[in-house]
């Protein structure tokens, strides 16, 4: 039973290596901002503005404890979910849990080369993105830090990146 968490800042590319990872091991990829999304039928956005972020944090909890009983997937978690309630603690429990950790600069960098909407980077001109990461991090950092595995990643811009990093955490994780 293979059942893979990938947890890390926004733009660290959990969804990217994560539909890879899942593809080469034959398994269902989920995203759980996805997952909501499709529940709910609302956008993260949307959730934000009705429900504010602790209304999310709560619909982001529910939905972790339904997907992650799955058996046989990889799913990628939001940004924030491992830094609420006993997410981390909860993931671990019965999950592969790595963290993908990238560098501000690239952090950044993904964001603005990506389309996705997120409302806590709403208004964040492209010279403030990379200092805004970098505060952050500095209280993330010690959640993402308990997960299982971690994954050190580069600039991911193109395939062949995208699979090593697959290729490393099969490795990591004997898989
Ligand atoms: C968030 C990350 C987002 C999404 C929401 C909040 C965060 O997911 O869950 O906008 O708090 O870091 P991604 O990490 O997939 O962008």
């Given at each position: 039973m293979v059942r893979?968490?990938?947890?890390?800042y926004?733009?660290?590319?959990?969804?990217?290596v994560?539909k890879a990872?899942?593809?080469?091991?034959?398994?269902?990829f989920?995203?759980l901002?996805?997952?909501?999304?499709?529940?709910?039928?609302?956008?993260?956005?949307e959730?934000?503005?009705?429900?504010?972020?602790?209304g999310?944090?709560?619909?982001e909890?529910?939905?972790?404890?339904?997907v992650a009983?799955f058996e046989?997937?990889?799913?990628?978690c939001g940004?924030?979910?491992?830094c609420f309630f006993d997410?981390m603690?909860?993931m671990n429990s019965l999950?592969?849990t790595?963290y993908?950790?990238a560098?501000p600069?690239v952090?950044?960098?993904h964001?603005r080369m990506?389309?996705g909407?997120?409302?806590?980077?709403?208004?964040?001109?492209?010279?403030e993105l990379?200092?805004?990461?970098?505060?952050?991090?500095?209280?993330?950092e010690?959640?993402?830090?308990?997960?299982?595995?971690?994954?050190d990643?580069s600039?991911l811009?193109?395939?062949?990146k995208i699979q090593?990093?697959?290729?490393?955490?099969?490795?990591?994780?004997?898989?």
């Amino acid at each position: 039973m293979v059942r893979i968490i990938l947890i890390g800042y926004m733009g660290a590319g959990k969804t990217t290596v994560g539909k890879a990872l899942a593809a080469e091991l034959g398994v269902p990829f989920y995203d759980l901002d996805w997952f909501i999304t499709t529940r709910y039928r609302k956008s993260v956005p949307e959730i934000f503005a009705e429900s504010g972020e602790a209304g999310f944090r709560e619909l982001e909890r529910r939905m972790l404890h339904e997907v992650a009983e799955f058996e046989d997937i990889v799913l990628s978690c939001g940004g924030g979910t491992p830094c609420f309630f006993d997410n981390m603690e909860y993931m671990n429990s019965l999950a592969d849990t790595v963290y993908l950790k990238a560098e501000p600069a690239v952090l950044a960098m993904h964001l603005r080369m990506g389309k996705g909407k997120r409302p806590l980077l709403e208004g964040k001109s492209p010279e403030e993105l990379e200092d805004y990461v970098r505060e952050m991090l500095v209280t993330r950092e010690p959640f993402y830090s308990k997960a299982k595995y971690t994954l050190d990643v580069s600039l991911l811009d193109n395939f062949t990146k995208i699979q090593e990093s697959v290729g490393l955490i099969k490795e990591m994780l004997k898989v």
